[in-house]
């Protein structure tokens, strides 16, 4: 559920007529709404009630610092797989003691950033890895707190892109090598062993790829705590899918994931972490765009958007399906016909959507694409010298730009003409 519905015939965002927004602020623009973000986190909150829980919002899905701290004023903790993310988790006024450091590749730098800021815990993916972190924690005089990334090898039937859980993926130690791991960990004198980490995948619609990941950790809990481990958190990643299409798509809500996660691992007694990004940020954002020209091609009619692939990758980098919605709601009865759905970049890939079902547009009209707030803006770039386009927080009645678009005298002035020219 989220809170973008038309009302007076008009596409709205929370109380503020979307068609508004793109009048102050021009199009293309992202707008997220507070209320959204805000019920997204709330359902993984209570979902998870009774355990010792922190749910640690994967910022790579969205990192304005407006919408971190509209997280963090609920208690949010972040899940940071940068220096940069650990700066905006920062920047958002969370505490280092509710920032976990996820990533494959963490370099010395970052964590000597985070040990100096305060960090929950790093998840390890690798013995260099741990080799690294330790040796820089003990030149600081600390033990930096760990959880070891294992790979479950259970298929999380996604997407092949945004599968991490496979052992041909880069993720994790295997499972089957986890107790050397953990020894070596134990050894080294700058780590200090809290827990175990998790993450198969994104957008799973299904709960069992994550119940067999779940158990399997489970295990290894015993089997770690035999050996001597103090294993006391399990940090069990995010990837619940969310629906991308309206009406025939029923991802398991957060509430059957968090007594799934109580049914396989409630009895251990371990604190509890997990780092939904898509879940909470997804559903709470739209990119809306301006119809530049209608243009008729040989057997299908284009619409020609004013947002292109750079602003949203996600159709031509994962084939993935968005909802795409006139700002104007169109009559009931009013007839649909098929368009291709292109925005103006020289690539035949900035396609949104072939033979797109929608009521007759023309240009100058709005359209909205819905769930758009998770891997949207922060994936943009700006291929063929298009601005990063502006963001939106809506709360109630009130909206704000959360970041400009930027002028082409600064895109141009980032550009440094050595002195030979
Ligand atoms: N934790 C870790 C370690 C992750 O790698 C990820 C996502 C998450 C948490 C959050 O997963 P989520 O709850 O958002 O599914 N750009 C792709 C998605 C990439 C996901 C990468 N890792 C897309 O647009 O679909």
């Known amino acids: 559920m989220d809170h973008f519905l038309y009302k007076d015939g008009v596409l709205h965002a929370e109380d503020v007529p979307v068609a508004d927004i793109a009048a102050a602020v021009g199009t293309p623009f992202y707008v997220y709404s507070t209320a959204t973000l805000e019920r997204h986190f709330n359902l993984f909150n209570d979902a998870l009630e009774g355990l010792d829980h922190l749910v640690c919002y994967a910022m790579k899905a969205a990192s304005n610092v407006a919408i971190l701290k509209t997280l963090a004023r609920l208690g949010a903790g972040m899940d940071v797989v940068s220096g940069g993310e650990y700066l905006r988790a920062k920047a958002a006024g969370v505490p280092g003691d509710k920032i976990v450091f996820s990533g494959v590749g963490k370099t010395r730098e970052e964590m000597r950033l985070a040990l100096e800021g305060g960090i929950r815990q790093f998840n390890v993916e ?10 820089v924690a003990e030149g600081m005089g600390l033990r930096a707190p760990i959880t070891v990334r294992v790979n479950p090898d259970v298929d999380a039937k996604t997407h092949a892109k945004i599968a991490t859980g496979k052992s041909e993926n880069k993720f994790g130690i295997p499972i089957s090598r986890a107790r050397e791991v ?49 294993i006391r958190r399990l940090d069990l ?12 798509e029923a991802p398991p809500l957060p509430s059957q994931y968090g007594a799934m996660i109580k049914e396989t691992l409630g009895h251990l007694g371990c604190e509890i972490e997990i780092e939904p990004g898509r879940l909470i940020a997804g559903n709470a954002g739209l990119l809306v765009s301006e119809v530049i020209y209608v243009k008729s091609g040989e057997g299908r009619d284009f619409l020609i958007l004013d947002a292109a692939m750079n602003d949203l990758i996600r159709p031509a980098m994962y084939d993935a399906w968005h909802d795409i919605v006139p700002v104007i709601q169109p009559a009931p009865a009013a007839e649909q016909q098929p368009y291709d759905i292109v925005g103006p970049v020289c690539e035949s890939g900035d396609t949104f959507a072939r033979q797109r079902m929608m009521p007759a547009l023309a240009a100058g009209d709005l359209v909205a ?53």
Do not use: C
């Open 369 to 421: 694409f819905r769930s758009a707030g998770a891997y949207g803006a922060v994936m943009a770039s700006e291929y063929n010298t298009r601005p990063l386009v502006p963001e939106v927080l809506v709360n109630g009645q009130d909206f704000a730009v959360i970041r400009a678009r930027p002028t082409f005298d600064e895109i141009l002035n980032r550009d440094i003409i050595p002195s030979w020219l």
């Open 237 to 248: 990643g995010g990837g619940l899918g969310i629906p991308y299409t309206r009406g025939n």
């Open 126 to 135: 690798s013995e260099p890895e741990m080799e690294a972190l330790s040796a």
């Open 182 to 230: 953990y020894a070596l960990a134990a050894r080294l004198p700058g780590l200090e062993v809290i827990g175990i980490d998790v993450h198969i995948g994104s957008q799973l619609t299904d709960l069992e790829p994550f119940r067999q990941a779940y158990l399997k950790v489970g295990e290894l809990t015993g089997i770690l705590r035999a050996d001597g481990h103090d």
